[in-house]
């Protein structure tokens, strides 16, 4: 994967790509139906027009940016925006992920890095099930996301 993460005025600007052995409906599906983020990110659903997070106690409907199969998903992500842009290459897919995130993002549950962390861990665990891998360890890719945030922001 090839990731930079910038600061720029006041947001952080995180960029993941890589390619995957897979072609576009198989990435599309994981990444943007139902039955996709089951396998990857259960709380979250596509409800019309809205992307729709919910967990215990929880429920937040975010609006969704770009729907357009095969090529790109975005949605506000609290305060931040997040998408998936695909395009079919020789050897696969490749998968172009962007958020950007106010750097005094914050809620109960995370701030921007931790958020930043969140992603950089769910885009290896996509890359992993496009591979063919079981899901890695959530625990272990946490701790190194985090370090290599801290590193690259100089936390």
């Known amino acids: 994967m090839k990731i930079a993460v910038k600061k720029e005025a006041e947001k952080y600007l995180l960029n993941i ?17 139902d039955s996709g983020f089951a396998r ?4 979250l659903r596509v409800e019309g027009d809205k992307l729709v997070f919910e967990m215990e106690n929880f429920r937040e409907a975010m609006d969704l940016l770009a729907y357009q199969p095969q090529e790109k998903i975005a949605y506000t ?5 997040v998408s998936f842009s695909l395009s079919q290459q020789e050897q696969g897919t490749l998968i172009v992920f ?13 701030d921007a890095q931790k958020d930043m962390t969140g992603w950089l861990v769910q ?9 063919g891998q079981d ?7 946490q701790e190194k996301w ?8 100089k936390l």
């Open 123 to 131: 885009n290896e665990c996509i890359k992993n099930l496009l591979e």
């Open 77 to 81: 992500w609290d305060t931040a925006t």
């Open 98 to 110: 962007e958020e950007e995130i106010p750097v005094d993002f914050g809620n109960e549950y995370a």
């Open 135 to 141: 899901l890695p360890a959530g625990q272990p890719l």
């Open 40 to 43: 990857w990110f259960p709380q």
């Open 146 to 153: 985090l370090a290599f945030l801290e590193k690259e922001l």
């Open 17 to 33: 790509c890589y390619t995957v052995p897979a072609n576009l409906a198989e990435a599309w599906d994981l990444l943007a139906t």
